[in-house]
């Protein structure tokens, strides 16, 4: 899929949790409104969206999506376009990992994803070490 990313971190010894944190605020600083499922065993979502002008260029439905599955010692993180989920904090969690999250884009969205993706792994990269 285009704009899809997956990163995976083996002995880095992060907690999961650390890292969806790390990532919501991150997100936060940049100006996005974000959603977090909640934790289970499975792992947990996030889904930010970002409010005026790109409205316009990402569908007001689409959000960036991301999922955090493993242990401290070997984790992934998902990153992608998503349909924006209403309540996404109180959704099964295993329900939305098991099931399609991810959409196919366009080349505008991709474009404007592929950037705000970059920058988001950059800084991943760095938190975790």
């Given at each position: 899929?285009?704009?899809?990313?997956?990163?995976?971190f083996?002995g880095?010894?992060?907690d999961?949790?650390?890292?969806?944190?790390?990532?919501?605020?991150?997100?936060?600083t940049?100006?996005?409104t974000?959603?977090?499922?909640?934790?289970s065993?499975?792992?947990?979502?996030l889904?930010?969206?970002?409010?005026?002008?790109l409205?316009?260029v990402?569908?007001?439905?689409?959000?960036?999506?991301?999922?955090i599955?493993?242990?401290?010692?070997?984790?992934?993180?998902?990153?992608?376009?998503?349909?924006?989920?209403?309540?996404?904090?109180?959704?099964?969690?295993e329900?939305?990992?098991?099931?399609?999250l991810?959409?196919?884009?366009?080349?505008?969205?991709?474009?404007?994803?592929?950037?705000?993706?970059?920058?988001?792994?950059?800084?991943?990269?760095t938190?975790?070490?």
């Amino acid at each position: 899929m285009i704009g899809d990313k997956v990163e995976h971190f083996e002995g880095k010894n992060k907690d999961p949790d650390a890292v969806r944190s790390h990532i919501e605020e991150y997100l936060k600083t940049e100006g996005f409104t974000v959603q977090t499922s909640s934790p289970s065993s499975q792992g947990v979502v996030l889904q930010a969206k970002k409010g005026g002008f790109l409205r316009g260029v990402v569908d007001a439905d689409r959000a960036m999506t991301i999922t955090i599955t493993g242990s401290p010692d070997d984790f992934t993180v998902r990153i992608g376009i998503g349909k924006w989920l209403e309540h996404l904090g109180v959704a099964v969690i295993e329900t939305l990992l098991i099931s399609d999250l991810f959409l196919v884009v366009d080349v505008a969205e991709s474009t404007w994803n592929l950037e705000i993706e970059d920058k988001l792994v950059k800084d991943l990269k760095t938190f975790v070490g």
